[in-house]
């Protein structure tokens, strides 16, 4: 398996529930640029990485369930 090695301008860390998620965005210098406890909604989602949303990259931890 080859890595992963591209870079991009914003990168998106989701630490996702049945009912809430930990959003984390952060720019290429790693500048933190939204840190939050959301409620799980695709909605709410796509409203906080709206203004980074081009060039973000998005990984997410989730139990089996999702």
Request: glycine share 4%; net charge negative.
């Amino acid at each position: 398996m080859r890595f992963y090695t591209q870079t991009h301008k914003y990168y998106c860390g989701i630490d996702l529930r049945a009912r809430s998620m930990y959003v984390c965005i952060f720019n290429h210098d790693g500048e933190v640029l939204v840190h939050r406890n959301m409620r799980t909604n695709p909605d709410a989602f796509l409203t906080v990485i709206d203004p980074d949303r081009e060039g973000i990259v998005v990984a997410v931890e989730c139990i089996f369930t999702w």
